[in-house]
């Protein structure tokens, strides 16, 4: 059974109150080998994240956000830029420990909803469907050795990503929600005869304990990314093997500049964040995915921003990858090169990225992965990604 701590305890209690973060989820398995996702909610642009300063179309197209190495854009290979706010990154850069995929998308087209684009994104699905699993959570049943995992939800609402079928456990961060000894303990005596909530009372409890291991003493829960971020790696450093959140701040339609600061340095801490935290042993065996629901405009909009586009980046990084890399193939950004002569063209599907990193990280069979874990995608050849 599947229950939240928040709804549990107020109905008890009579408490309420709000979330102040994304859910954090967690699923258990065997082996040495860790995956991250972070889902990036609201499009984040990629072409601002890694810059084609080497295109000569792309200052024009981006009079106000387009940078050049001169003005603080860090050159990766000559051709494309990392964008100063996530400076911090360049050491990972240098080490082979972080690469981007440029110009991938989902299947999804043309609606630009945030709504559906996430769905999709995190269903793993050729379309929107109306029976909704995540791919992470369809992946825990073909992974091979996999044990049994419990199931718990501490939040209000589930990531799309990790919900189904197999039991895999929630936690979402809460500042203002606590609970005292003694609320603790009426509530073990109230339902100690109830098997079933005397259960969700016990695993809720034990998850928050879990959970607060990861926290600085007066920490507030959710305050930073880094809180988030480290939790995750406090996780993994234990039962754990998979772990997904989200950062959002990605929907930059206005004055985009000082939005994607930002963002930018959030995703950076975390990422910084979770190798502080995992250490370099268990560094090396990490994979951690970055992704978004649908790239941005390739032009800047009247209000100095972009608006929601096809073509996108992903961001991969951990000690288990062969990066310091660009990969994808780009398609340009000149005359007759955009799609719908606004978007980056799209050239590779996202979830060929993710479904690489499956297979590196847990042998998931290439059949599985088309069949019950991404319908629609053609794995049958390998991928291009498989060697990063």
């Given amino acids: 059974m599947s229950i939240s701590r928040r709804s549990f305890l107020a109905s008890a209690c009579c408490l309420a109150a709000a979330p ?17 996702t972070i889902v990036l909610r609201g499009a984040m642009d990629g072409l601002d994240l890694v810059q084609p300063h080497g295109e000569a179309a792309f200052a024009a197209l981006r009079p106000d956000i387009a940078m050049r190495p001169d003005q603080g854009l860090l050159d990766l290979d000559g051709f494309f ?80 990503i990790l919900s189904g079928p197999n039991i895999a456990d929630v936690w979402a961060s809460d500042s203002t929600l606590g ?57 993994l450093l234990r039962d754990y093997r998979i772990a997904s959140f989200s950062i959002n701040g990605w929907d930059t339609h206005v004055q985009q500049v000082n939005q994607f600061k930002k963002a930018a340095g959030d995703l950076t801490e975390a990422i910084l964040t979770l190798k502080n935290t995992l250490g370099p042993e268990v560094w090396k065996t990490t994979v951690v995915l970055a992704m978004t629901e649908f790239g941005r405009t390739v032009r800047q909009n009247g209000s100095g921003g972009t608006d929601h586009g ?5 961001l991969l990084a951990g000690g288990a990858i062969a990066g310091g890399r660009v990969l994808g ?37 290439p059949g599985d ?20």
């Fill in 20 to 36: 102040v973060f994304t859910p954090l989820s967690f699923a258990a398995m065997p082996g040495d080998n860790r995956f991250v």
């Fill in 81 to 160: 830029g990392l964008h100063p706010a996530a400076a911090g990154l360049m050491p990972l850069w240098q080490l082979k420990e972080l690469a981007f995929v440029h110009a991938v998308s989902t299947p999804y087209r043309d609606a630009r909803s945030h709504f559906d684009g996430q769905d999709m994104l995190e269903s793993g699905g050729d379309h929107v469907a109306e029976e909704k699993t995540g791919w992470l959570n369809r992946a825990l049943a073909v992974i091979p050795r996999s044990t049994a995992r419990k199931a718990i939800d501490i939040n209000t609402s589930t990531e799309l």
């Fill in 179 to 235: 609970t005292g000894a003694d609320e603790a303990q009426f509530l073990k005596r109230l339902y100690a005869n109830d098997p079933v909530f005397a259960k969700a009372m016990d695993e809720a409890t034990r998850a928050d304990q879990a959970a607060e291991m990861g926290m600085a003493p007066g920490t507030k829960r959710g305050e930073q990314i880094a809180d988030i971020a480290s939790l995750a790696g406090k996780m």
């Fill in 310 to 314: 096809t073509g996108g980046c992903c």
């Fill in 329 to 365: 193939r780009w398609p340009g950004i000149g005359d007759h090169q955009l799609l719908d002569d606004r978007d980056l063209m799209p050239t590779a599907d996202v979830r060929e990225v993710a479904a690489a990193m499956l297979y590196k990280q847990f042998d998931v069979p």
């Fill in 369 to 388: 992965l088309t069949a019950k874990i991404f319908p629609g995608l053609d794995f049958s050849k390998g991928s291009q990604f498989l060697k990063v």
